[in-house]
């Protein structure tokens, strides 16, 4: 069971109501045990836990997810979870919405009993052996609260992490609150529940949430525009696969697969980076063991410097350096070693995957496979077709994602494909406040303070500051014989701020050398400080550009940012390179650390109303008409038009023939 019909809270609600029933069966005379197979989640586990006993079959996953969903586990959850399993372990299920092993609900205290066998058969046999045991002490309700004496001090460590784990979202902190409540009587306990869920059950966050729910099932239902979808294409069974280039992306992706039980050939070409590899791969991977204490194969990989290995295998993901024509000569030669059924994916982040088609004998089974940095985190993969790619290897790599446990989005190719297509603009903007007199910490405070996982310099640092400046290179924006643009910088006609080429001129590449828009403890560093330097820097060429350093409010750095990526999604929406926008901002919040409770850009453009943001676009734009990306696009003023339409009409409203593709 696994809970509440999310589907339900947006319709008037029929049928008896949960609460009065799990009551109902808690207080009758006759022993209830629950048997769990599956899942019991939301109000599936809440119903077991007004049942007197709980028998879960070893496969039986448990959670209060509510939280996911913008809400609180409001029929009893709350209150008897934490009088059942204690205040601490009990408020660190309901904040995280985790789901928790039968095995671990049992050493937690959630169940009676595991079985290997049928729950139900064995339940029936428990519930025989219990007939005459008296039920009072099984009522969790009527249960005194385990209160240890620091019972304050934990609640506000709770509190805290709420605040700072959701980023703006109000249920964790919601949730604490509720679960505080049950230091009171049920009764009271209860009432406080009903209120904080009232509270959040209309709220926009709810709505957001459960929207982002919805559309990260949805995208599992692709389609291209020659008619190939998910339900008339069948993907192959992948037996064995291959990682070619170890470094920090072949690294993480070689991880997922053994941790899908999937046999791998992991290759370099030096030895010296296969054993690196070899080294960190093998230690993530017991690390993995022990944190699921589950068995794993860990023969399951074979490191290898040989090309003779790939000719067993069913795919290969190439994740070599970022070089096109590298990676053209490797397709080359893969389709020689390989065997000719064997599919060939990139795990490029912006290069052209038709380019490398081209350089197979078999266009039609290459497709990009993007998966985001740390690879074995990150739930997000964009599944990128071609115009040659065949549905059976659409179909395969988006089930070969389900299988590692991501969220796969099918999505066209195209410079950036979609993710770091919408980020350049961003990006750009950000670049450009710091020449009008914003510091990088300003910046990334107000992205912050929005939600965002990490502000657009601190992620630039992370992601190391080499990698943007590689393609404003090959896109011949700035490099060696590119001529340095006037005052203000210019480069290909329009506004080009060099500050990031200058920054890494210098040396600074982010985190791995220890400074970039920041500094860090050392090489590696985690913890960004604000850099005086990198002060002086930006005022120096503020005099040398004659440029008036002004105070840029958090509105202004937010509305460019972020309306600048919005619109940039409205413009890939009218090139049909993916569905609808709920791919946009599936990809934005498992990818890019959008804050889920705004439901991804393309929503939060919704809920912001269009209007305000073609208003807002259309203002900058006067400001500074040299920036081409804050142009509001055709569709977005279509929309407006026609008097903004809900997000699944937009589509709609594309001209026939808009298409790119
Ligand atoms: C269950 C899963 C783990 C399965 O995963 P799997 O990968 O196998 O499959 P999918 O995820 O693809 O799902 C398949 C299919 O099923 C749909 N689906 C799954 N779960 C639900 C659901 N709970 N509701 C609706 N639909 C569901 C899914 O969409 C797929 O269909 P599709 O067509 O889209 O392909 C996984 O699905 C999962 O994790 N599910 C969610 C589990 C969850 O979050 N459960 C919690 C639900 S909320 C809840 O239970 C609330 C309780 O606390 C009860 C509260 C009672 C009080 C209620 C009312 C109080 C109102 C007070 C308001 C007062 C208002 C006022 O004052 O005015």
């Known amino acids: 069971m696994s809970g509440a019909d999310i589907r339900e809270f947006s319709r008037p609600m029929t049928g008896p109501a949960l609460v009065p029933l799990i009551d109902a069966i808690e207080a009758g005379e006759k022993p209830v045990v629950a048997a769990i197979e599956g899942m019991a989640l939301g109000g599936g586990l809440e119903l077991a836990l007004g049942c007197h006993y709980r028998i879960a079959h070893s496969k039986a996953q448990l959670g209060l997810p509510e939280v996911t969903l913008g809400l609180i586990p409001a029929a009893g959850g709350t209150q008897r979870l934490p009088r059942l399993i204690g205040f601490p372990a009990a408020l660190d299920m309901i904040i995280t919405g985790r789901r928790v092993s039968a095995?671990?609900?049992?050493?937690?205290?959630?169940?009676?009993?595991?079985?290997?066998r049928n729950a139900g058969e064995v339940a029936v046999a428990f519930a025989r052996s219990v007939v005459d045991c008296p039920l009072v002490s099984r009522r969790l309700s009527t249960w005194p609260p385990l209160c240890p004496a620091d019972l304050?001090?934990?609640?506000?460590?709770?509190?805290?992490?709420?605040?700072?784990?959701?980023?703006?979202?109000l249920a964790p902190v919601a949730c604490v609150q509720a679960v505080q409540a049950a230091r009171l009587p049920y009764s009271q306990g209860m009432q406080q529940e009903q209120k904080l869920m009232s509270m959040l059950f209309a709220s926009p966050q709810a709505r957001a949430l459960q929207y982002c729910f919805f559309s990260q099932r949805a995208v599992g239902k692709w389609s291209m525009p020659n008619g190939a979808c998910w339900d008339n294409s069948t993907a192959r069974p992948i037996r064995k696969a291959a990682v070619i280039g170890l470094g920090t992306m072949g690294r993480g992706i070689a991880v997922c697969l053994v941790l899908a039980g999937i046999p791998v050939i992991a290759m370099e070409t030096d030895e010296k980076q296969l054993e690196a590899a070899r080294r960190v791969v093998m230690a993530l991977l017991e690390k993995e063991v022990q944190k699921l204490a589950v068995g794993l194969h860990l023969g399951l990989i074979h490191f290898t410097l040989e090309q003779r290995y790939l000719r067993e295998v069913d795919l290969v993901i190439e994740a070599v350096f970022e070089d096109l024509a590298l990676k053209k000569q490797l397709f080359a030669e893969l389709s020689s070693v390989c065997h000719p059924d064997t599919l060939l994916c990139t795990n490029t982040s912006q290069l052209d995957v038709d380019q490398l088609a081209t350089a197979t004998s078999r266009?039609?089974?290459?497709?990009?496979?993007?998966?985001?940095?740390?690879?074995?985190?990150?739930?997000?993969?964009?599944?990128?077709?071609?115009?040659?790619?065949?549905?059976?290897?659409?179909?395969?790599?988006?089930?070969?994602?389900?299988?590692?446990?991501?969220?796969?989005?099918?999505?066209?190719?195209?410079?950036?494909?979609?993710?770091?297509?919408?980020?350049?603009p961003y990006v750009e903007q950000a670049g450009f406040l710091l020449e009008e007199g914003a510091t990088p910490e300003q910046v990334d405070s107000a992205l912050e303070h929005f939600g965002l996982a990490m502000g657009v310099f601190r992620m630039s640092d992370l992601s190391g500051l080499d990698v943007g400046w590689r393609v404003r290179k090959a896109a011949g924006l700035t490099g060696p014989g590119v001529p340095q643009g006037q005052l203000l910088q210019t480069q290909q006609g329009y506004r080009y701020s060099p500050l990031a080429d200058l920054i890494c001129q210098k040396g600074r590449l982010g985190q791995k050398t220890g400074c970039g828009w920041y500094l860090?403890?050392?090489?590696?560093?985690?913890?960004?400080?604000?850099?005086?330097?990198?002060?002086?820097?930006?005022?120096?060429?503020?005099?040398?550009?004659?440029?008036?350093?002004?105070?840029?409010?958090q509105q202004e750095v937010l509305e460019r940012c972020l309306f600048a990526l919005i619109n940039e999604g409205f413009r890939v929406l009218e090139d049909r390179i993916v569905m609808d926008p709920v791919a946009l901002d599936v990809i934005y919040v498992l990818g890019y650390g959008w804050p889920a409770h705004t439901g991804g850009p393309m929503y939060y453009a919704g809920?912001?109303?269009?209007?305000?943001?073609?208003?807002?676009l259309e203002y900058y734009q006067r400001v500074h008409p040299d920036i081409p990306h804050l142009r509001p696009s055709a569709l977005l003023r279509q929309l407006v038009a026609k008097g903004s339409p809900p997000i699944h009409k937009w589509m709609w409203h594309i001209e026939e023939g808009s298409s790119r593709l």
């Open 103 to 116: 095995g671990d609900a049992l050493k937690l205290g959630i169940v009676d009993q595991v079985t290997e």
């Open 152 to 169: 304050d001090n934990i609640l506000q460590m709770a509190l805290a992490r709420a605040w700072q784990r959701g980023r703006g979202a």
């Open 363 to 424: 266009p039609d089974l290459v497709v990009g496979m993007h998966f985001f940095a740390p690879a074995n985190k990150i739930k997000l993969l964009e599944v990128v077709f071609t115009s040659r790619s065949s549905p059976e290897a659409v179909a395969t790599a988006m089930q070969l994602g389900k299988w590692l446990g991501k969220v796969s989005v099918a999505v066209a190719n195209c410079p950036g494909f979609v993710g770091n297509r919408m980020l350049r």
């Open 520 to 553: 860090y403890e050392g090489p590696g560093g985690h913890m960004a400080r604000p850099d005086p330097w990198v002060h002086a820097f930006l005022e120096e060429y503020r005099r040398v550009h004659g440029l008036q350093p002004r105070s840029i409010g």
């Open 607 to 616: 809920e912001v109303g269009l209007p305000r943001v073609l208003g807002r």
